[in-house]
């Protein structure tokens, strides 16, 4: 019982300790813009333009998607990485509450 209480502060500071966090996941994009005479509708040596950095994600079932620039891509893979663990940890406080309610019903404190 006093492991768990003690297990739960552990994760809330953790949770309130991560950084930015983002879901999805990260592509790279490449596009031709169909202009005429643009090295990207070159008949012989097509060069599309690009690259660049798309997040797709999904909350509450929508799906959406944004540019991340060049210069937040690591950044943007960081709070990917923070979303992650954010997902564990909240799983694993979700099993500790479960775990001490079912030991000695709802506390007064954590």
């Known amino acids: 019982m006093l492991e768990l209480k003690k297990r739960i502060k552990k994760i809330r500071k953790e949770l309130n300790n991560l950084d930015l966090v983002l879901p999805g996941s990260i592509t790279v994009q490449w596009y031709s813009c169909k202009k005429k005479g643009c090295k990207c509708m070159d008949k012989e040596n097509p060069v599309?333009?690009?690259p660049y950095y798309q997040l797709s994600y999904t909350i509450d079932g929508k799906s959406s998607t944004?540019?991340?620039k060049?210069?937040?891509?690591v950044k943007?893979?960081?709070a990917?990485?923070?979303y992650r663990r954010f997902r564990e940890l909240n799983k694993e406080l979700l099993q500790s509450y479960i775990s001490l309610i079912r030991e000695e019903g709802f506390p007064k404190d954590i």
């Open 80 to 82: 990917i990485k923070n």
């Open 76 to 78: 943007a893979k960081k």
């Open 48 to 50: 599309k333009h690009g």
């Open 66 to 68: 944004m540019l991340i």
């Open 70 to 73: 060049d210069k937040d891509l």
